[in-house]
């Protein structure tokens, strides 16, 4: 199977840009994933999706909707109550979940092909994001391997965050051009390195 071309392509320049007077304080980069799956719980069938998911995948998700887990190549988090994404660098891990998710239990969606996976990483990489989102970035408050659900300016966007100063961002196919020239324009006072 072909690799899908980055919708970020004609924006995407490695390397080091803005001000890095006093060195680089953000990574940006696409995390190149098989697999981006939703997963979403009927009423009272949450814990049976979660279980579902830990087999499928050896993930386990703490019982509130915001936490999350990984183990490097896959990830889980909660960003709306029953709803989950789960992430896979291997394709094919929509089609395990529709085997293990009875239809009673809940519903799985392949956004593999619909969503762009943008990591920014660094010191300031809180700083940056705060600029978009209206949320709360400090680590007690959003902390690692949990997700958020939210916008920018009417851009769908789903976070988690991967590490203490690192964020993985799915947005909209379609709009991830667009959303990595804000994010590129917003790191350039701080300098940022492409990777």
């Known amino acids: ?29 696409e995390t190149r994933l098989g697999s981006i799956v939703q997963l979403a719980a009927w009423p009272g069938e949450e814990k049976k999706l979660m279980e579902a ?14 936490g999350g887990s990984s183990d490097g190549v896959k990830a889980i988090f909660g960003f709306a109550p029953g709803k989950l994404t ?21 519903t799985v969606t392949d956004l593999s092909h619909g969503r762009t996976a943008i990591r920014i990483a660094g010191p300031k990489a809180e700083w940056v994001l705060s600029k978009f989102f209206a949320i709360d970035f400090a680590l007690p408050a959003f902390p690692v391997g949990a997700g ?14 991967t590490g203490t100063d690192q964020f993985d961002i799915y947005v909209f196919r379609s709009f991830a051009r667009s ?17």
């Open 179 to 195: 959303f990595w020239k804000a994010l590129c324009h917003a790191s350039e006072e701080v300098g940022y390195e492409v990777q």
């Open 148 to 161: 958020r659900s939210t916008t920018h300016h009417d851009v769908f966007a789903q976070i988690q965050r």
């Open 53 to 66: 998911i830990r087999t499928v995948t050896g993930l386990a998700l703490p019982d509130d909707a915001g």
């Open 1 to 29: 199977m072909a690799e899908r071309q980055s919708p970020l392509e004609p924006e995407f320049h490695v390397g080091s840009h803005g001000n890095f007077e006093h060195g680089v304080e953000i990574l940006l980069t």
């Open 86 to 106: 789960v992430t896979d660098e291997a394709e094919g891990l929509a089609l395990a979940l529709t085997k293990a998710v009875t239809p009673a239990i809940g």
